[in-house]
């Protein structure tokens, strides 16, 4: 194998890219499951405001579902009402609270209920864009790394499950909660874009009793131990920030 590069060697050396692959964090993808709660951990919430934004340098959750999106609409005006949207939902679901925002196109804005009663679970959403949102006139706004990686060797790409247009990391440590807010996204985001493709992830609950170590994916390897560590403000500031 000398001198092959494998995509796996390229992300888990990549830091913050373990946007881009839920295993690269430790996650194992696969079905969801529920796991009790402790009270203490539903009704934890994880800011939505602050110097940067959250999901990203926030210590793991136990679930996870990763949607992208491709757009539907060419307007910008369309795009710009969406992530008006899109924010509003999120503050208030990372809050713990129901969702009250009238879908893009129009349509019911009542909460669809799923996650009542069950808190915020730490719940954390991080919108990300694809590199064809920067069509047309946002082509000048669009940042020079935004590039498609190259083939890898052994690469097996579904075009169907690959890309996107507009994305969003979902994070809780209740499964349900994650699911719901995959649904809020995707629902007011009606007319105006639509899903391409969702996967879930799963990881150790917090409070497990090897919750400090580094996890094994459902292959059995260390997944995510070269990772940058985000409680290093120097390597986040250098690498990330």
């Not at 796991?35 to 934004?53: E, K, N």
């Not at 999106?69 to 369309?78: A, G, I």
């Not at 009238?102 to 864009?129: C, I, K």
Request: hydrophobic share 40%; net charge neutral.
């Amino acid at each position: 194998m000398a001198g092959k590069v494998s995509r796996r060697t390229v992300l888990l050396g990549a830091g913050a890219a373990g946007l881009a692959s839920t295993a690269v964090g430790g996650f194992a993808l696969g079905t969801l499951a529920a796991v009790p709660q402790q009270p203490q951990l539903a009704s934890a919430a994880i800011p939505f405001y602050g110097p940067h934004q959250p999901g990203i340098a926030t210590p793991p959750p136990a679930s996870l579902s990763f949607v992208a999106l491709d757009l539907t609409s060419q307007s910008s005006d369309d795009l710009r009402s969406l992530l008006r949207v899109w924010t509003a939902a999120i503050s208030s679901m990372m809050a713990g609270e129901p969702v009250t925002t009238r879908p893009v196109r129009g349509g019911d804005p009542a909460d669809t209920s799923e996650a009542t009663g069950l808190g915020p679970s730490r719940l954390t959403v991080t919108v990300g864009f694809g590199p064809r949102l920067f069509a047309g006139g946002l082509a000048s706004r669009r940042p020079p790394a935004l590039i498609d990686l190259p083939a890898f060797p052994g690469d097996a790409l579904e075009p169907a499950r690959s890309d996107g247009d507009l994305c969003a990391q979902v994070c809780a440590d209740d499964p349900q909660v994650a699911y719901h807010a995959v649904r809020t996204l995707t629902r007011l985001a009606a007319g105006v874009a639509s899903p391409r493709w969702v996967q879930a992830g799963f990881r150790q609950p917090p409070g497990g009793a090897m919750n400090d170590a580094t996890p094994r994916n459902l292959l059995g390897f260390k997944d995510g131990t070269d990772n940058l560590k985000a409680s290093s403000e120097t390597s986040m500031a250098r690498h990330v920030w």
